[in-house]
Nanobody, 118 residues
Framework: QVQLVESGGGLVQAGGSLRLSCVAS????????MGWFRQAPGKERELVAA??????YYADSVKGRFTISRDNVKNMVYLQMNSLKAEDTAVYYC?????????????WGQGTQVTVSS
């Protein structure tokens, strides 16, 4: 069993930056693909970025602005978000699973709110 806890969300002005962190406990997540999803009000949850097997994936909407990284020693995953836009406002979830685009998710975090004011 893996527990995922996100932190780092908050309120930021458009154009600003935030860094989300996700700490995993229970077992190592080094063998999992790790990803960040987000869900805005009234919208479906979508994959934002993922990292695993030496490769990364980014949704087109965040390419060039967001960077995912992981520290398997610390059992942590990060999402650096720059040049934030109002449309990035959502609850962001950390996930552990399989596949380049996280086609299977075994574990979810509880989510952290990111609000970007325009």
């Amino acid at each position: 069993q893996v527990q995922l806890v996100e932190s780092g969300g908050g309120l930021v002005q458009a154009g600003g930056s935030l860094r989300l962190s996700c700490v995993a406990s229970g077992r190592t997540v080094s063998t999992y693909a790790m990803g960040w999803f987000r869900q805005a009000p009234g919208k479906e949850r979508e994959l934002v970025a993922a990292a695993g097997g030496g490769s990364t994936y980014y949704a087109d909407s965040v390419k060039g602005r967001f960077t995912i990284s992981r520290d398997n020693v610390k059992n942590m995953v990060y999402l650096q978000m720059n040049s934030l836009k109002a449309e990035d406002t959502a609850v962001y979830y950390c996930a552990a699973g399989y596949g380049r685009i996280m086609s299977r998710v075994d574990y979810w975090g509880q989510g952290t709110q990111v609000t970007v004011s325009s």
